[in-house]
């Protein structure tokens, strides 16, 4: 069979409600007049044999493997593999937790290249997740093809960084051949042209690591922006290990590709001296620095003690803590006015990524109020607040595999964090410290951010 009937084929794409017209909420919030969801193709075996012929007369001869971006295209990939006998590959959306924990399972080897193959592209964030993943594991990508371009600045997104993406179809193509054969009116094929001209997607410019360093009011900030620019990282472990053997084996797996340790000092069980004299020789090593996630919360001089005494002495050792600004202006202050020699930077929890959590505009706005008139703050941990230039926008719950747990945490992709979120470091917690080869996850996760220009 061969798709012979371009025309008749995107018609049928509205007969089977793959293409949906009407008032519709996106996921990014914005109403669209059109709704495109290909996974209905499935059970059109059809045209889901047509859209299979079509792919391949596309592929290229070098092509070895193929693989569906998951999980739309899963089943056009299937077809697509079996007309042409190339062997396929399925990218898990998140590796298993037990067995094997592969996130690409298949047979392959380093260096195959790979037929990537896509439903719909809009932003292009599904395909990069995937491309991470694929490169990462040692694949080539030397394809890219795509049923359905929305035209909203996906494909310029990927050919920005080095991917042709080829499309069978085009929103615009669609409805224009809709319009034409009278199953759409003229307002509305007016309407979904407006909105794709008005709902382009442009990829923020992201904050130079260098060029801050030289900006940013306070020194540790300074420093911390110096290494990220130096190790061309800007990691940060999140580690939530309960012995000090635990804690510096994970840090010597990890350290050469991180900036700085994220640490719950009171959870160690094993608490001592000596751990923090080897937690700063391997910091010195590797060239990263601690922040202790104290999240001071309190009237200021408790705080100065809390910072100060007591079997930590946290103020002795790290290089940044973490606060809450619940008690107002007055709990930075008072660690501002302290007079010692050795005073860690601060950075403020102005918005968690815990699902429900009661960060809400209200109290981020108040934050920003006077969070930005003190020198001892670097910047602040968030997601969707912005945080004002210099300062620096630490965001958790990243992660490359999951997209959340079962006790509220929300994660979300470095690529998103980077270049949607806008953010300046990026902290990882069980993506890594909880991997049987942490020394091979922090390196996925180097390709991740590398891959977004930061520096």
Request: charged share 25%; proline share 3%.
């Amino acid at each position: 069979m061969v798709m012979n009937n371009t025309s008749s084929f995107l018609k049928s794409l509205v007969d089977i409600e793959c293409v949906k017209f009407g008032d519709f909420t996106l996921k990014s919030g914005k109403k669209s007049p059109i709704y495109i969801d290909l996974r209905n193709i499935v059970s059109y075996p059809k045209m889901l044999a047509e859209l299979s012929v079509f792919f391949e007369t596309h592929i290229s001869k070098e092509i070895q493997r193929i693989c569906g971006v998951p999980y739309a295209a899963l089943p056009m990939a299937t077809a697509v593999s079996i007309n042409t006998n190339l062997p396929m590959l399925i990218k898990r959306k998140e590796a298993k937790n037990y067995g094997t924990k592969k996130i690409v399972e298949g047979e392959f080897k380093k260096g195959d290249k790979v037929l990537l193959i896509e439903d719909v592209i809009t932003s292009g964030e599904s395909l990069l997740e995937t491309i991470t993943e694929l490169e990462s594991e040692g694949l080539a990508i030397e394809q890219i093809l795509v049923v359905l371009d929305r035209e909203q600045g996906g494909s310029d997104r990927l050919k920005a960084k080095g991917y042709e993406v080829q499309s069978l179809f085009t929103i615009s193509s669609l409805i224009k051949i809709l319009f034409e054969d009278g199953k759409i009116e003229e307002k509305l094929y007016h309407d979904v042209l407006n909105f794709i001209h008005d709902s382009q997607i442009t990829t923020p410019v992201v904050k130079s690591k260098k060029k801050l360093a030289k900006t940013h009011p306070n020194a540790i900030g300074q420093q911390l922006l110096n290494i990220a620019h130096a190790k061309k990282s800007n990691l940060i472990a999140s580690v939530d290990l309960t012995t000090s053997k635990e804690v510096l084996d994970f840090l010597a797996k990890v350290g050469s590709g991180i900036c700085a340790v994220k640490l719950h000092v009171d959870i160690i069980t094993d608490f001592s001296h000596d751990f923090v004299l080897e937690l700063r020789s391997i910091a010195q090593k590797h060239n990263f620095l601690i922040i202790e996630d104290r999240k001071f919360a309190d009237i200021g001089n408790t705080q100065l003690l809390q910072l100060s005494k007591g079997i930590y002495s946290i103020a002795s050792w790290a290089d940044m803590v973490t606060i809450h600004l619940i008690a107002g202006e007055a709990s930075l202050k008072a660690i501002q006015d302290w007079d010692t020699d050795k005073k860690p930077g601060l950075i403020p929890i102005i918005e968690m990524s815990s699902q429900g959590a009661l960060t809400d505009k209200h109290y981020m706005d108040n934050c920003k109020k006077f969070m930005y008139k003190y020198s001892d703050v670097l910047g602040g941990v968030c997601q969707t607040f912005e945080i004002d230039t210099p300062f620096l926008k630490f965001t958790p719950g990243v992660n490359l595999a999951s997209k959340g747990d079962d006790k509220g945490q929300q994660y979300n992709t470095p690529e998103f964090v980077i270049e949607t979120l806008r953010s300046d470091f990026l902290i990882i917690g069980r993506g890594l410290y909880a991997s049987t080869q942490p020394e091979v996850e922090i390196e996925k996760y180097l390709a991740a951010v590398r891959s977004c220009d930061i520096y």
